[in-house]
C-alpha cells in the first residue's frame, strides 16, 4: 500500500517536473539582465504631467538607465558577467568605500526566515551585526552577494545597495 502510494507521488512529480523547469527558466529570465530589453514594451509615462516636469530627466541620475549601456559599457559587461564581483564593487561604493560600515545585508533583511516565520523559535532569524561582520567585512560581503541569499543572492545585494543609496539621496 505504502508503496503504491510513494509511486503515485513520484509519477505526479515526473508529470509537473516540465511544467515547473519552465516556469523557473521564466523567472529566471525575467530577473536577468536578459529581460532588460522588456522594459520598451511599457509606456514610460508612469506619473502626473505635474510629477514628470519636476523630476529632471533619468529620474535625477547623473547616468539614465537607458544611457548605461552605452556610456558606461565596461561596467555594465562587468557587473552582467561577474555578478557578484558587481554587487560587491556597488555595496562598497554605496558604503563611501568604509567598510568598518557594513553589516550582514545593512539590516534590511533582519527577522524571521523560512520556518521561523511559522514557528517561534526555528533557526533562520537574522540580527545582522551579530555574526562578526566588523572582523572580517570582506567575507561576509562577499558571502552576501554569492552564497546567503542562495539563488537570489546577487538580487537581494542589489536590492540593499538601492535601498540604501534612496535612503541617503532622500
Not at 524571521?112 to 511559522?118: I, N, S, Y
Not at 566588523?134 to 562577499?142: I, T, V
Request: proline share 7%; net charge negative.
Amino acid at each position: 500500500m505504502l508503496d503504491e502510494c510513494f509511486g503515485i507521488v513520484a509519477n505526479g512529480l515526473e508529470i509537473t517536473t516540465p511544467a515547473f523547469e519552465c516556469i523557473g527558466n521564466t523567472i529566471c529570465f525575467l530577473g536577468s539582465p536578459l529581460a532588460f530589453p522588456l522594459i520598451f514594451c511599457f509606456d514610460d509615462n508612469n506619473g502626473s504631467d505635474e510629477q514628470q516636469q519636476q523630476d529632471p530627466p533619468g529620474g535625477g541620475w547623473d547616468i539614465s538607465m537607458l544611457e548605461a549601456p552605452t556610456r558606461l559599457p565596461l561596467t555594465c559587461c562587468f557587473s552582467t558577467i561577474l555578478a557578484p564581483c558587481g554587487q560587491w564593487y556597488l555595496r562598497r561604493q554605496v558604503l563611501g568605500g568604509d567598510l568598518k560600515k557594513y553589516k550582514l545585508w545593512q539590516g534590511h533583511h533582519d527577522g524571521p526566515h523560512c520556518m521561523a516565520r511559522v514557528c517561534p523559535g526555528a533557526p533562520i532569524t537574522i540580527q545582522a551585526g551579530t555574526y562578526g561582520e566588523d572582523s572580517c567585512p570582506h567575507l561576509f560581503l562577499c558571502l552576501e552577494v554569492s552564497i546567503l541569499g542562495g539563488i537570489c543572492s546577487s538580487c537581494c545585494a542589489f536590492n540593499v545597495s538601492r535601498r540604501m543609496f534612496r535612503e541617503e539621496r532622500g
